[in-house]
């Protein structure tokens, strides 16, 4: 009889929360970001903006700790401390940011499906 083989778990990459200190896995976090070009400070959905990050747990909570302490700018390596106008637009940034991790929890694109004939009555 053959040895039965165990499936391969996969590695699940732990990041740390800049504000709380909980490690989680990458997933559960959302990542602040320096945008490279624009300069403006983003929530990096999809962990695709090619830029230091800093992981943050998605809650309200965890921002305004993140911002009491002061953490935002050591982390993202900046020399200047960051405005009370970027951290209000940040934090709209981010409570959207955390709406829509709620609604794609896979963070999977939505695919919407629409018949040919719906689309030519729009047409005309």
């Known amino acids: 009889m053959g040895k039965k083989k165990n499936p391969k778990q996969r590695h699940v990459p732990i990041r740390t929360c800049i ?3 909980e490690k989680k896995p990458k997933r559960e976090l959302l990542r602040i970001v320096r945008h490279p070009e624009t300069g403006d400070l983003e929530v990096d959905l999809r962990n695709k903006i090619r ?3 800093a992981n943050i747990s998605p809650t309200l909570e965890a921002f305004d700790l993140m911002v009491k302490k002061k953490v ?3 982390a993202l390596k900046l020399e ?5 106008k970027e951290y209000a637009k940040l934090r709209k940034k ?4 955390i709406e829509e991790k709620n ?3 896979s963070n999977k694109p939505v695919k919407i ?3 040919k004939k719906d689309i030519e009555k729009l047409d005309n």
């Open 72 to 74: 935002l700018p050591k």
């Open 19 to 21: 504000a709380t200190g």
């Open 103 to 105: 609604f794609r929890p």
């Open 51 to 53: 830029a230091r990050g």
């Open 94 to 97: 981010f409570r959207d940011a």
């Open 80 to 84: 200047d401390p960051i405005s009370e």
């Open 113 to 115: 499906r629409v018949k």
